[in-house]
């Protein structure tokens, strides 16, 4: 008797509860349009998640049709909605200028990652802002000197040969069968990004860890930000901290060494050379001196790491896939650098032979333009901002100016390759400055943008130098996923041997 009363309470109560969420689903609804106003987009949503399920299905064609409900309607930004967070896909240029130009509490928060602050923790230099951000900046700067690129130079150019031989050996050992470049790619930026930017300080154990923690992190990139035990997003995020843990020991040691008066040889050693003249110049304790603690700095090394890794990953797959499409650039690229370097000299490329090499570096700007790696840059909403005369973005939007869709704005025949543009003549890099996002703009614009050109470079010199190559081309191959950086669907799946 006392089950049936309490089953007939339950069906009792179950229309009060449908009552409840259909007056929250419309409340969702109604809100969405409020927001959205005569901007393009859904007009209704799925109640709570949004259009999540088909971004996680089809990054690739979520974006697209963002880009082009914003191309069709001519205001040059469309709206969605995601997991409880309304959304503005920007594609017009000076609009994404507007957003960068306005990075500040009361404006737009850059946050990398509509998840990213969970994942990443708060230290991270995206999240800073005004006078933090600019003096951040400031201590960060001499790592990017030169006389610092300089050195990275020949650690990156050493891994790079080293790696390219193991992949043409690979490449026998299989029978000749087509490799797929992205998870080499991947391994062999790791191992830069490690070298230049923690060199000596990392072990063999040391890395076997790390390799295998940034692994998971970077799943969790692409993950629901469930951060519940068992699921990508937690296990990402704890692999965050123990990565962090390893770079602080790292620091730790760089002081030391530094403090001995050893030269640097990698880029915590820059950055430790520059914090201790600073704070004996001040004649202050390190722990007056912001950003100073080793914790901090091994989160900020985390966050340089992330940043060189994905990015440059994609840049380099696209290099090959370009070149591999375009033989009459890749016979130019290979005379010039065979004027400069030869792999036979037993000689490491110099700076000087690298600003040498203006037209493979014009085909390293072609590759970045042509596929801008990190495609979207998140911004969220601090404040309500007038984006335009008849459009109010609301506070807590997440906005999503594209770099990939500024890149073929302005300039010449913006969908075919040509490495020209960027030549001596035609200067469309000047042109078009303003179209050319890959490295953003305003105060957030990267600071080690030197560097990453300079490894895109010198991999194009080598890689084209040292083999010969050939896609093995299936339909669809060349089309972009997102992993989340953009790469061929393929993986980029080449042919390799030793020319």
Same mark, same amino acid.
């Given at each position: 008797?006392g089950?049936?009363?309490v089953?007939s309470m ?5 229309p009060?509860?449908?009552c409840i969420?259909?007056f ?5 609804q109604i809100?969405?349009?409020? /927001?959205k ?6 007009t209704?949503?799925l109640p709570?998640?949004g259009?999540?399920i088909q971004?996680i299905r089809n990054?690739?064609?979520?974006w697209?049709?963002q ?10 930004f469309?709206?969605?909605y995601i997991?409880g967070r309304?959304?503005?896909f920007?594609?017009?240029s000076?609009?994404s ?8 509490p009361?404006?737009f928060h850059f946050?990398g990652?509509?998840?990213s ?8 230099l995206?999240f800073?802002s005004?006078?933090?951000h600019k003096d951040l900046r ?8 030169? /006389?610092?690129l300089?050195t990275?130079l020949?650690l990156q150019q050493n891994i790079? #040969? ?5 992949? %043409?050996n690979?490449?026998i050992?299989n029978?000749n ?5 992205r998870?080499?790619c991947?391994?062999?930026? #790791?191992e830069?990004?490690? %070298?230049?930017f ?20 970077n ?5 629901l ?14 692999a965050?901290?123990l990565?962090v843990e390893i770079l602080?020991?790292c620091v730790?040691?760089?002081k030391?060494k ?11 050693d820059?950055w430790?050379q520059?914090?201790?003249k600073?704070?004996q ?5 390190s722990h007056e001196?912001p ?6 700095v ?10 060189a890794q994905?990015a440059?990953?994609s840049?380099l797959?696209w290099a090959?896939?370009l070149l591999?499409?375009n033989?009459?650039v890749l ?7 065979s004027?400069?370097?030869s792999? /036979?000299?037993g /000689?490491?490329?110099?700076a000087?032979?690298l600003r040498e090499m203006?037209?493979?570096e014009?085909?390293?700007r072609e590759v970045?333009?042509y ?6 840059v998140?911004? #969220?909403s601090?404040e309500d901002?007038q984006?335009t005369e008849?459009y109010?973005?609301?506070k807590g939007?997440m906005?999503f100016p594209?770099?990939?869709e500024?890149s073929?704005?302005g300039f010449t025949?913006p ?13 469309e890099d ?6 050319f996002?890959?490295?953003g %703009?305003?105060a957030h614009q ?5 560097y %990453?050109l300079?490894h895109?470079v ?6 084209t130098?040292?083999?010969d190559?050939?896609?093995h081309?299936t339909?669809?191959?060349d089309?972009?996923?997102y992993?989340?950086t953009?790469?061929p669907?393929d993986d ?8």
């Amino acid at each position: 008797m006392g089950t049936i009363s309490v089953w007939s309470m339950l069906v009792s109560i179950i229309p009060y509860f449908l009552c409840i969420i259909s007056f929250f689903i419309l409340i969702e609804q109604i809100t969405y349009i409020k /927001k959205k106003k005569s901007s393009p987009g859904p007009t209704f949503i799925l109640p709570f998640l949004g259009s999540v399920i088909q971004l996680i299905r089809n990054p690739t064609k979520y974006w697209e049709d963002q880009a082009k409900a914003a191309k069709e309607s001519n205001i040059g930004f469309s709206s969605n909605y995601i997991i409880g967070r309304f959304i503005i896909f920007i594609q017009n240029s000076e609009l994404s200028h507007k957003v960068f130009a306005n990075v500040r509490p009361d404006a737009f928060h850059f946050v990398g990652n509509p998840f990213s602050k969970k994942l990443f923790g708060e230290h991270n230099l995206i999240f800073l802002s005004g006078q933090e951000h600019k003096d951040l900046r400031g201590r960060i700067a001499p790592n990017f000197t030169p /006389k610092a690129l300089s050195t990275y130079l020949s650690l990156q150019q050493n891994i790079i #040969l080293q790696h390219l031989t193991k992949w %043409a050996n690979l490449s026998i050992q299989n029978g000749n069968k087509p490799l797929a470049l992205r998870f080499l790619c991947r391994d062999m930026n #790791l191992e830069t990004s490690q %070298a230049v930017f923690v060199g000596p300080y990392l072990n063999e154990k040391s890395r076997e860890t790390f390799d295998i923690n940034y692994n998971i992190f970077n799943e969790g990139t692409l993950a629901l930000p469930i951060d519940l035990p068992g699921f990508v997003f937690r296990k990402a995020r704890l692999a965050v901290t123990l990565l962090v843990e390893i770079l602080t020991k790292c620091v730790e040691q760089s002081k030391m060494k530094v403090q001995s008066g050893e030269e640097p040889v990698c880029l915590v050693d820059f950055w430790m050379q520059q914090l201790l003249k600073e704070i004996q110049e001040s004649g202050s304790e390190s722990h007056e001196v912001p950003h100073s603690s080793n914790i901090e700095v091994g989160g900020h090394l985390f966050d340089f790491l992330f940043a060189a890794q994905d990015a440059s990953t994609s840049s380099l797959l696209w290099a090959v896939t370009l070149l591999e499409q375009n033989p009459d650039v890749l016979l130019k690229v290979r005379q010039e650098v065979s004027r400069i370097w030869s792999p /036979k000299s037993g /000689k490491i490329i110099t700076a000087e032979n690298l600003r040498e090499m203006n037209y493979t570096e014009a085909v390293a700007r072609e590759v970045m333009r042509y596929r801008a790696p990190a495609t979207l840059v998140p911004h #969220l909403s601090g404040e309500d901002f007038q984006l335009t005369e008849s459009y109010t973005i609301p506070k807590g939007t997440m906005v999503f100016p594209s770099v990939f869709e500024s890149s073929f704005q302005g300039f010449t025949e913006p969908e075919q390759f040509d490495p020209d543009r960027f030549s001596e003549n035609r200067q469309e890099d000047q042109l078009y400055k303003r179209n050319f996002l890959v490295f953003g %703009a305003g105060a957030h614009q990267c600071v080690g943008q030197r560097y %990453a050109l300079n490894h895109l470079v010198l991999f194009i010199a080598v890689f084209t130098s040292l083999l010969d190559f050939k896609r093995h081309r299936t339909d669809g191959c060349d089309d972009i996923v997102y992993v989340p950086t953009i790469c061929p669907k393929d993986d980029c799946l080449v042919y390799l041997s030793k020319r």
